[in-house]
């Protein structure tokens, strides 16, 4: 049996049997393989790093797309940056009145997304209302004149094309494409691993927003525990929005979750001690 072994890690390795291999090629950007595994189903690898599975990325999509769109209340225009497998897209078509611009550096995983793991996308690259970008997301929001409410940087990590979705100059680029009140929420890695990625995307973030956090969500097949969002808005009553209010948002939008809930989206900002020591610590 063939072992998909991912090393994004130093010193910690994970390693998924690949029952079958349903697709291996080095893009002209990056080395995308899917293959199927007993546990996940059909897995999303790019550049060696596990993207995505059929079986759990609705726990990571979930919380990517209705944390910040329910905080918000009044989303009418949604940004992604990257999220080629469709699985944000997805999530946020669930809204009847949200239009979706999708800005990918990579077609290929776009069109593979779709024919090997339509179950991730689910008619989200169909859908009218979703306008479908094939750039560079840096260059993208640099030029733009365009404003969004809502901007889901859903980037691979900081390596490779991913690399420039995490710098201050991208994310002050972000910020002037965002219109009042909007939120900017980032893929920001493992922080028991990627302690580095958690600090330096807090920093810069903050040195731009008036409210900068985390939240957190387990995905089965992120290796080293929780994983952290990050998350910055001028706004800063968008993080205390009450209970309440989230269920009543939740329950009018009539949309069906299997991982998010009102609750859940609450207790996410919990950050336990130890990642909010990474926050402050002095070196
Ligand atoms: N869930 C994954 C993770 O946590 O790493 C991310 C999934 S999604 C497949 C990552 C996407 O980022 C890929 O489709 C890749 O093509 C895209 N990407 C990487 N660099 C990019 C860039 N500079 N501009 C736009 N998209 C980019």
Not at 83 to 93: N, T, V, Y
């Amino acid at each position: 049996m063939e072992l998909f072994d991912e090393g994004l890690h130093s010193g910690v390795n994970l390693a998924l049997n690949v029952e079958k291999v349903v697709y291996r090629e080095k893009t002209d950007l990056q080395d995308l393989m899917i293959f199927e595994n007993s546990q996940f189903g059909r897995v999303m690898s790019l550049d060696g790093a596990v993207q995505t599975t059929e079986k759990d990325e609705f726990i990571y999509h979930e919380m990517f797309v209705h944390v910040p769109v329910l905080a918000h209340g009044k989303v009418s225009r949604a940004l992604i940056i990257g999220g080629g497998d469709g699985g944000a897209a997805r999530q946020l078509m669930k809204y009847k009145n949200i239009a979706v611009t999708m800005v990918d550096i990579d077609r290929t995983v776009v069109e593979l997304s779709k024919k090997y793991m339509p179950s991730v996308s689910g008619g989200a690259f169909d859908d009218p209302r979703l306008n479908l970008i094939i750039a560079d997301g840096c260059k993208f929001v640099q030029e733009t004149d365009e404003k969004w409410d809502v901007i889901i940087i859903d980037s691979t990590d900081p390596h490779g094309p991913g690399e420039v979705l995490y710098t201050q100059e991208f994310y002050a680029d972000c910020k002037g494409c965002l219109s009042s009140g909007g939120i900017i929420i980032t893929q920001n890695g493992v922080p028991f691993v990627q302690e580095s990625e958690l600090r330096t995307s807090y920093d810069r973030l903050s040195n731009l927003f008036k409210d900068v956090s985390f939240y957190l969500a387990a995905i089965p097949s992120y290796v080293g525990g929780v994983m952290a969002y990050g998350w910055a808005t001028d706004e800063q009553d968008h993080r205390k929005v009450s209970l309440s209010r989230l269920v009543e948002r939740y329950v009018e939008a009539g949309i069906a979750t299997d991982y998010y809930t009102p609750e859940v989206h609450l207790a996410a900002f919990a950050l336990p001690l130890h990642i909010q020591k990474m926050l402050t610590r002095e070196d």
